[in-house]
């Protein structure tokens, strides 16, 4: 059925392509004809260059999204993003840039304070008209959080008509199950005080397939499938009131909560031969029912002060998170169905995020200064539970796999910045501090980890512009990554009952010096980044031929050495058909010491994506978008080639307040993950991820009221990121 729907869809959209080149065919001899027999009296004529629609900031990729025909068909901002050169969203709606740095997404300028699922949700309840421009930051400034390897900032379209004004964007997606997104949205602004209201349900369910091999030389071959079937409610309510006190001063609230419940059946299956595959030794079947529910609280409050050249900001957050997640982990013989083993898990897990920051900055003629000073107090608490069935039918306590972590960080950071402007030439150099005092206790195993240290990191931005078509930039900082919490936690996150991976409280944060060079000529941008990490984090497979449990250990390598070579460009080859390429070479040299070996290899690998616009009769507009990613990896694992197509229809109604839009997203369902380990003498481990992200999308929104007021975003800092 759903393969008929695919082709049905793209025979649909061929038709109305193939129907679309006749009429246009035809409008034009039909003009031709009618310019040679008439005369048409012009008073006046008025020609406007439309507006570029990529452009640079400081070295940074701006892309316009509203009006932009390259996003009219764009389902939502998470999709605009999908389309969005430098930018790759993953089949979990994962935000990457750079190659793999998750960036910071900020709204107007200002991180929006939500959770990883929130964001994304809130991200799809955006639809393009709603966005002005996404900028893309792949070397934020010394001004920005160390944490920030890279930024997405998104503007909003901004307007102060009086009164209210509402709107409601409902998606829904159609494959073997369907998932529902709501989002209302209100506001209504008096001209001094703006009140808004945001309200969301979403449910639905999600699919996911993982299969596994793992052998070692010479011994038992064993291979996982495991399929997850995930139904989510999700319930979000926000309230906020925006204040403009007077020309100088403006204050700001925002109460927000987020609840979510999700039950997800899990099944699998272990199938162990011998190493010549003709003897079974092991052949189980598991089944992993979990329940899980979190509740996220936010506050966040902000005031600003502008006079005369002069500005001064304070922003306050607090976040409290709170994770309960119960599981049952039965094992049964495939061919007896007799119960092997039988485990309970109860976890409990709660976080609390306090911050403060204040900036200040003057202008001075054709210099900026800035300064600013931030502190911010993490506070998780874990616990987690296991039971393991005995042989008198009863479940007792398992102290093998139960613990009690805590992590608390307290960061005082604070950065100086100092912008100049020369005729043609523009400095900006930066300085910033972090000061970092951690304290990570796995109570139940004894372990402390106490850390304390300061770093100072600079940064420092040169741009030079030749005339209006073209301009050079070049940049350098350096940056940290610290481990988020669940890199830290030493519990067991199991895929299957013999696979894995653990948490490492004593693993060390990373640091990252890199180099960018960009150059734009017209709509022609091309950028080229070269860099090195130290302690890289990363996981590491480790095989036990006793057991055939596989762990994926946590742990920080030496260093590695990297570069991206990027290069963007639109293309209008008709009045009706525009094509935007994205070009962009990676490689990446990683130093890994592994089993008492040590293995360093130069990884190549690049991304093609075309994005073709087709504007059609009667206010229609068609997209296909196809994405092609080459073999890549690391020193110990190869990833194999995937590619994605994407096909939609967009159409407005009612003077632009009705629109809705059908796609299908990975048409042809090509976008699984495939992993396999190099080195074959030491291992034989293949693995293969599988996302239901090929699905039959329908989309509407509809606005109504009176106002285009677009009220502040709330806030999020870099410590809610690294909650996830």
Do not use: C
Request: charged share 20%; aromatic share 14%; no cysteine.
């Amino acid at each position: 059925m759903i393969i008929k729907l695919w082709f049905l869809l793209l025979l649909l959209f061929l038709s109305i392509f193939g129907k679309a080149q006749e009429i246009v065919k035809r409008n034009v001899s039909d003009s031709l004809t009618q310019a040679k027999s008439s005369t048409t009296n012009i008073s006046e004529v008025i020609l406007q260059s439309a507006p570029r629609r990529m452009k640079l900031n400081n070295g940074n990729l701006v892309v316009s999204v509203a009006g932009n025909k390259d996003f009219k068909t764009s389902i939502h901002l998470l999709d605009v993003l999908r389309k969005t050169p430098g930018v790759a969203v993953d089949q979990e709606d994962g935000i990457f840039i750079g190659g793999r740095i998750a960036p910071a997404v900020l709204i107007d300028g200002k991180p929006v304070v939500m959770s990883n699922q929130e964001l994304q949700a809130y991200l799809r309840s955006l639809s393009p008209e709603m966005v002005e421009s996404v900028e893309v930051n792949t070397n934020p400034s010394s001004k920005y959080d160390a944490e920030f390897k890279g930024i997405i900032d998104i503007k909003l379209k901004k307007n102060t008509s009086l009164g209210w004004k509402a709107s409601y964007n409902g998606n829904v997606y159609i494959n073997k199950f369907n998932y529902r997104e709501n989002a209302f949205n209100t506001s209504y602004h008096t001209g001094k005080v703006t009140y808004s209201l945001q309200t969301g349900y979403n449910e639905g369910i999600s699919a996911y397939r993982y299969q596994a091999l793992q052998r070692l030389a010479n011994t038992n071959i064993m291979r996982t499938h495991t399929y997850q079937e995930d139904f989510g409610k999700v319930y979000n309510i926000q309230m906020g009131a925006d204040f403009r006190l007077n020309d100088t001063n403006r204050l700001g609230i925002n109460l927000r909560g987020n609840f979510r419940n999700n039950d997800r059946a899990r099944n699998g299956s272990l199938f162990t031969t011998d190493k010549s595959e003709t003897q079974t030794v092991l052949n189980t079947v598991s089944e992993n029912p979990t329940y899980y529910l979190q509740d996220n609280y936010g506050i966040t409050t902000d005031y600003s002060f502008q006079s005369k050249g002069f500005k001064l900001s304070f922003l306050g957050n607090y976040l409290s998170v709170k994770n309960k997640q119960n599981d049952d982990f039965i094992n049964k013989d495939q061919t007896t169905a007799n119960l092997l083993s039988y485990w309970k898990s109860d976890l409990i897990n709660k976080i609390n995020i306090y911050t403060a920051q204040i900036d200040v900055s003057q202008k001075m003629d054709n210099a900026d200064l800035e300064a600013g000073v931030k502190y911010s107090n993490s506070d998780t608490q874990n616990n987690i539970r296991y039971d393991t069935l005995s042989a008198g039918n009863r479940f007792v306590f398992d102290p093998t796999r139960s613990n009690v972590f805590s992590y608390k960080e307290k960061i005082l950071a604070g950065y100086l910045a100092y912008r100049q402007k020369m005729g043609n030439l523009q400095i900006n150099a930066g300085l910033r501090f972090e000061n970092t005092n951690s304290i990570s206790n796995a109570i139940t195993v004894d372990s402390v980890v106490a850390r304390k240290y300061l770093k100072w990191l600079p940064s420092l931005i040169a741009n030079y512009t030749f005339n209006k078509s073209s301009e050079l930039f070049l940049s350098y900082s350096r940056k940290i990554t610290r481990p988020v919490f669940s890199q830290l936690n030493p519990f067991r996150f199991y895929f299957s009952p013999l696979n894995y991976w653990i948490g490492n409280p004593y693993l060390l944060p990373s640091f990252t010096n890199q180099i960018k060079a960009t150059y734009r000529y017209k709509n022609w941008i091309t950028s080229f980044t070269v860099g090195k990490e130290k302690d890289v984090m990363t996981r590491y497979p480790l095989y036990n031929p006793e057991t055939n449990v596989l762990e994926y250990l946590g742990t920080n390598l030496p260093y590695r050495n990297f570069a991206v070579l990027e290069t963007s460009f639109p293309i209008r080859i008709t009045k009706w058909w525009n094509l935007t390429s994205q070009i962009t070479g990676y490689y990446n040299y990683e130093f890994r010491p592994y089993l008492d070996e040590v293995f360093a290899l130069n990884i190549y690998n690049y991304e093609v994506r075309l994005n073709q616009v087709f504007s059609l009769p009667k206010g229609f507009t068609a997209n296909i978008f196809a994405g092609y990613e080459s073999k890549t990896g690391n020193s110990l694992y190869i990833i194999k080639p995937r590619y994605t197509i994407d096909v939609s229809v967009q159409k407005s109604w009612f003077d632009n307040k009705l629109n809705t839009k059908i796609g299908f997203s990975n048409l042809l369902d090509s976008y699984e993950q495939q992993l396999e380990f190099r080195h074959k003498q030491i291992m034989d481990n293949r693995l293969t991820h599988w996302w239901d992200s090929s699905r039959l999308v329908f989309s509407l929104s509809y606005n109504l009221g009176s106002s285009k007021y677009q009220v502040k975003e709330t806030q999020k800092t870099e410590e809610e990121n690294r909650t996830r």
